[in-house]
C-alpha cells in the first residue's frame, strides 16, 4: 500500500515539474524574477547618504573657510553643486531642489577662529527628504567636530554649528512618507485594474468579439482606460483627502498643479498595466509580473532610500520609472509650494514616459487584434 501511494505521489511531483518547466514565463517567474530582485535590492537598499547636492555661501572666503567645505566634499558624503555670496541664491537652490543641504560661512568666520572666540556655522537641510536631511545632519555635525578639533582641540569653543531644516522644520517621517505612500497606491491601483484587463476578456471568451467589432485599436484601448484613469483621479482625491484631514501632512502648493500631474501619472502607469495585460496570457500571470513590476519600482523611486545614494547606473534605471518622478512633485508641491517653474522637467519626464508607455501597449494591442 504504501509502494503504491510512493509511486502516485513521485509521478504527481513529476508532473507537477513538467508542467513547470515547459511554460518559459514560469521558468522566468522563479528564477530571473528573483535574481533581479535580489541585485536590485542588493544596490538600492541603502539609507547611507553619498553625493548630497550641497550650495555654498561663503562670505568669509578664507583659507579656514575653503578648508572646511573641502572637509564637507572629501568625506564623500556631500558634493558641492554651486556656491555664492548671496542668501538669496541658496533659498532658490533649495526650492529647486537643485541643492539638499545648504551651507552659509559669516564674514567674520576666519577672524573669530584666530580669536579664540568661536566661529558660527549655519547649515541648511532640505526637509522634505526627512531622512536624508536626518542621516546628513548626523554627518554635518561629525565633520564640523572633526574639523574644529583639528583646530584647536576644543570642539565646543571653535565652532558653532546652527542647523535648521526648511519646509519640514521638526523633521515629522510622516509628513515626507505619506504623500509617497499616496504615490505609492495610486500607482498599484492603476496597474492592477489594468492589468486585468484585457486578459480577463481572453479567459472569458469575450476578446475575439471584441477583436470582430468595428471598434479601431485605440478606440478600444480609450475605452479600456478612461474608467481606470476616472478611478486614478478618484483615489488620488481620497488619498490627498486623508493625507490633509487625518495625518494632518501640510499642503503648500497647488491642487490643480497636482491633479495635473496626477492624470500624466496615472497615464503613464496604465500604460504598462495594458503591456502587463497583453503579454499575459492568464489573471494570474497579470498578478504575478504586476508585483514583481512594483516592488523595484517602488525601490526604484526614492520612496524609501535616496536615489543619490544609489549606484549610478540605478540612478538611470529610475529615470524611467514614473513613480519617481511623480513622488518629487507631490513631496515638493505638499511641502514646499513649489509651482510649475521648478518641477517642469518631471512634468515633461512623466509626458514622454505616458506617451511612449501608451504607445508601445497600442502598438502591442494592434498586433493582439490582427
Known amino acids: 500500500m504504501w509502494a503504491g501511494s510512493r509511486e502516485r505521489i513521485r509521478e504527481m511531483v513529476r508532473k507537477e515539474y513538467l508542467q513547470l518547466f515547459r511554460d518559459p514565463r514560469l521558468w522566468r517567474i522563479m528564477f530571473i524574477a528573483p535574481l533581479i530582485q535580489l541585485i536590485v535590492f542588493g544596490y538600492a537598499v541603502s539609507t547611507d547618504v553619498h553625493d548630497t547636492s550641497t550650495f555654498v555661501v561663503d562670505h568669509s572666503n578664507s583659507r579656514a573657510s575653503r578648508e572646511l567645505v573641502d572637509a564637507f566634499t572629501a568625506s564623500g558624503y556631500f558634493r558641492v553643486v554651486g556656491g555664492s555670496r548671496r542668501p538669496a541664491d541658496l533659498v532658490r537652490m533649495l526650492d529647486a531642489g ?7 560661512i559669516p564674514a567674520d568666520f576666519s577672524a573669530r577662529l584666530h580669536d579664540g572666540a568661536g566661529a558660527v556655522v549655519q547649515i541648511v537641510f532640505d526637509g522634505t527628504d526627512s531622512n536624508t536631511a536626518t542621516v546628513a545632519q548626523g554627518y554635518a555635525e561629525r565633520i564640523v567636530q572633526n574639523y574644529a578639533a583639528r583646530l584647536s582641540g576644543d570642539v565646543r569653543l571653535a565652532i558653532e554649528l546652527r542647523e535648521r531644516a526648511w ?5 515629522v517621517s510622516r509628513d515626507y512618507n505619506v504623500p509617497a505612500v499616496a504615490g505609492a497606491i495610486v500607482f498599484l491601483m492603476c496597474l492592477l485594474l489594468t492589468a486585468l484587463a484585457v486578459v480577463r476578456e481572453r479567459e472569458i471568451g469575450t476578446l475575439e468579439q471584441l477583436m470582430v467589432s468595428p471598434l479601431a485599436a485605440y478606440e478600444l484601448i480609450a475605452g479600456k482606460t478612461i ?20 495625518f494632518e501632512v501640510p499642503f503648500m502648493g497647488s491642487f490643480s498643479l497636482l491633479l495635473l500631474a496626477s492624470l500624466l501619472y496615472i497615464l503613464s502607469s ?21 508585483f514583481l513590476i512594483f516592488m523595484p519600482a517602488i525601490l526604484l523611486s526614492g520612496f524609501m532610500f535616496p536615489v543619490s545614494s544609489m549606484p549610478e547606473i540605478f540612478q538611470w534605471l529610475t529615470l524611467v520609472n514614473p513613480m519617481r518622478h511623480y513622488l518629487e512633485i507631490v513631496r515638493s508641491i505638499f511641502l514646499k509650494g513649489s509651482d510649475i517653474s521648478a518641477l517642469w522637467q518631471q512634468f515633461l519626464a512623466l509626458l514622454v514616459l505616458g506617451v511612449v508607455m501608451l504607445g508601445i501597449a497600442a502598438s502591442r494591442f494592434r498586433k493582439t487584434v490582427a
Open 270 to 290: 496604465l500604460g504598462i498595466g495594458l503591456l502587463i495585460s497583453i503579454t499575459s496570457r492568464t489573471q494570474q500571470d497579470a498578478f504575478l509580473t504586476t
Open 98 to 104: 537643485d541643492a539638499r543641504v545648504g551651507i552659509e
Open 167 to 171: 519646509f519640514n522644520p521638526n523633521l
Open 227 to 246: 474608467p481606470f484613469a476616472l478611478i486614478g483621479l478618484a483615489d488620488v482625491f481620497l488619498v490627498t483627502g486623508a493625507a490633509v484631514l487625518w
